[in-house]
């Protein structure tokens, strides 16, 4: 086995030399393409040039770093800057094809590993349609421009539909739990439309 091993590795090498050799004799320039510029620009010496990268790399990463914080502080980000206003966005240069692109993606592949894993526990069957309509009143609930809000929403909208069915149930003749939580998003429009976490619009005169 070791001389297999020693065979092929020698057959490689060979390999690699007529390689090399085909490529220079085509005028083909083989190894770093600009030689020992960076080893030249970083410094000379054993240790030098590592620390050398190093410290050029800390200083490149805090001049992006900064760079960064003042784009975000300028609230130049692509999908919150459409999502506020399509027309700014624009304006600013932001791309809207590939906001749209990139949002309907995510979402694609959101929804696709949500059905696949909920499929592969429960089934899948033509009252799955009941459940995610349920997503509706869960974001009217939290708010559409919260994550956050939405986890919560969903907390709120499971436990008073449940609380609903136990104690209002008898009343009115039981099976609430499959319409009140949209009653619950309907108060929750006439009470606070941008829901618990949402951003309220801001109307300017």
Not at 74 to 80: Q, T
Not at 145 to 168: C, H, N, P, R, T
Request: aromatic share 6%; with cysteine; net charge positive.
């Amino acid at each position: 086995m070791p001389m297999v091993a020693q065979a092929e590795r020698e057959v490689i090498s060979r390999r690699m030399k007529e390689a090399l050799a085909v490529a220079k004799a085509r005028g083909v320039k083989v190894g770093k393409p600009n030689g020992g510029a960076s080893l030249r620009c970083a410094g000379k010496g054993g240790a030098t040039p590592g620390a050398t990268v190093s410290a050029n790399a800390f200083r490149f990463a805090k001049h992006l770093m900064a760079l960064v914080v003042n784009i975000w502080a300028a609230g130049h980000v692509s999908l919150r800057a459409v999502a506020d206003d399509t027309l700014a966005a624009q304006a600013i240069g932001i791309r809207l094809s590939r906001v749209w692109v990139a949002v309907w993606a995510v979402a694609g592949l959101v929804a696709l590993i949500t059905g696949l894993l909920w499929g592969a526990r429960l089934g899948v069957q033509f009252s799955l349609s009941l459940v995610v309509l349920k997503a509706l009143p869960v974001l009217i609930v939290g708010g559409f421009s919260s994550v956050g809000g939405a986890i919560v929403g969903g907390l709120i909208v499971g436990a008073s539909e449940k609380l609903a069915e136990i104690y209002a149930g008898p009343l009115l003749g039981g099976g609430i739990e499959n319409w009140f939580p949209y009653v619950l998003a309907m108060l929750f429009l006439l009470v606070r439309p941008a829901g618990l976490f949402g951003e309220r619009a801001i109307d300017r005169v």
